[in-house]
């Protein structure tokens, strides 16, 4: 019985929307980590006020491409500038549509000449992969899935241990021995640890000062005894899984945009190559923001903050319409700040509303009408109350503004997308994206 694809899915439930839309869909959390170490708290504190350990070795996929195609089909169908890439160096990938709408985002290393690592969500990989047999590339491809996916279980080929906070490097000093060499922001080192040998990725998450170590999955336990055991003087917190969710609001990365992907007839035989059980097919949609039609949830680079990254030096697909959409009117990202009164009167009852963490499009209001959507919301413990990484009309972006976020979701198709249903509002304060002040000023200095 063959696979049923993407376009499968949308035939049988009539519509993208009719296919994705799921109220009250349970948030995505990383797999096979404790959701909590020593509680949710304590371990955003531990990146603001200390060290922490990250263990991302198991939520993310990996697809490795080499061969002597390899650079030059991911400039095609990638706006990145590969002029300028060095072997050691990551960069955030972005891929567009033809219409210039991402795809999604990743992280692309490149490992040698003519060989790539991009590692993520899996749509961009599925992204780069489809145009590269299609197109005949002389490419190779070789996947390595979530751990939740992987066929037959068995453990990741990486493992990947994030290391951060104010005393990071106090900690990865005492583990080598000494500093690690000077390294730019996204750029690799290599390091050996007692023998063993893997690499040192220049990176930091909510502004944080660290290192992300990556390397052969058969040293993975003895790299993390060797931080546990040399951070126990310091106070390390392993961060758990509902934590782990929790960086982005502050750093400003928007995790997951919809693939601009549904409806362009140009992509019909994508869609058909595309597994329904994949996530482009199961990742869901919900919130008090509903519209019947999926382009309404599509985003720009530009309205993700990648503009910096878009490199029209070279001809690739998108770039036309990325060039028109570069000086017109388009949604700012930023941080909204939720009352916290209305937080505990509106999400979870009495004093203490516990974790909250949804990627709804939640409604964004002034008196003025639907101004913006939420895109990811979670409760911030240092900072007190809950914030949203949300996309709103350019004109309320100033920081400061007053807007409400309505709080429901949305039943979907049958009910109006504008009926008033009654939802409660929570009044929140717009503030600049990122809102981690390190995030937004010196995160990038040595880029």
Do not use: C
């Amino acid at each position: 019985m063959a696979i049923p694809s993407l376009q499968d899915g949308i035939d049988k439930a009539g519509s993208a929307i009719g296919l994705l839309w799921r109220p009250n869909a349970e948030p995505w959390t990383p797999e096979v980590v404790e959701r909590e170490y020593v509680g949710w708290r304590q371990e955003q504190a531990a990146w603001h006020e200390g060290v922490a350990l990250l263990n991302l070795s198991h939520h993310m996929y990996d697809l490795w491409i080499e061969g002597p195609d390899a650079t030059r089909v991911l400039a095609e169908y990638g706006a990145n500038n590969f002029e300028k890439f060095a072997i050691g160096q990551a960069k955030q990938y972005v891929p567009v549509t033809r219409d210039g709408k991402i795809v999604t985002d990743g992280i692309l290393a490149r490992r040698a000449e003519n060989k790539y690592l991009l590692s993520g969500v899996p749509a961009a990989q599925h992204w780069v992969q489809y145009h590269a047999e299609k197109g005949g590339y002389d490419v190779g491809f070789e996947t390595d899935t979530s751990s939740a996916f992987r066929p037959g279980g068995g453990d990741p080929k990486l493992f990947r241990y994030q290391i951060q906070g104010p005393l990071a490097l106090e900690l990865i000093g005492k583990v080598f021995g000494g500093p690690l060499p000077e390294t730019k922001f996204f750029h690799s080192t290599p390091v050996t640890l007692d023998g063993r040998s893997f690499e040192a990725l220049r990176h930091g998450m909510a502004g944080q000062a660290g290192y992300e170590f990556i390397g052969p999955w058969e040293h993975a336990a003895y790299v993390h005894e060797a931080f546990l055991t040399a951070g126990e003087p310091l106070g390390l917190v392993q961060v758990g899984a509902l934590a782990y969710t929790t960086p982005s609001v502050e750093s400003g990365w928007i995790p997951s945009p919809v693939p601009g992907i549904y409806v362009d007839p140009e992509l019909a035989e994508y869609r058909a190559w595309l597994p329904l059980f994949g996530i482009e097919g199961k990742r869901p949609l919900n919130g008090s923001y509903f519209s019947e039609d999926i382009a309404d949830y599509y985003v720009s680079p530009y309205e993700l903050g990648y503009g910096k990254l878009i490199h029209f030096g070279h001809d690739f697909q998108g770039r036309d319409a990325l060039l028109k959409a570069r000086d017109e009117p388009r949604r700012t990202k930023v941080t909204l700040v939720f009352d916290a009164d209305d937080v505990r009167r509106v999400v979870g009852g009495g004093e203490d509303p516990g974790f909250v963490l949804t990627y709804a499009r939640h409604r964004v209001e002034t008196s003025a009408g639907l101004v913006g959507t939420t895109m990811q919301t979670a409760s911030i413990d240092p900072v007190g109350t809950v914030l949203a990484q949300t996309l709103i009309d350019s004109a309320h972006a100033e920081p400061g503004t007053e807007v409400s976020v309505v709080w429901g979701e949305h039943p979907g198709l049958g009910t109006d997308p504008e009926a008033d249903l009654g939802f409660p509002r929570i009044r929140a304060t717009v503030q600049v994206s990122p809102f981690d002040r390190h995030a937004r000023t010196d995160y990038r200095r040595n880029a």
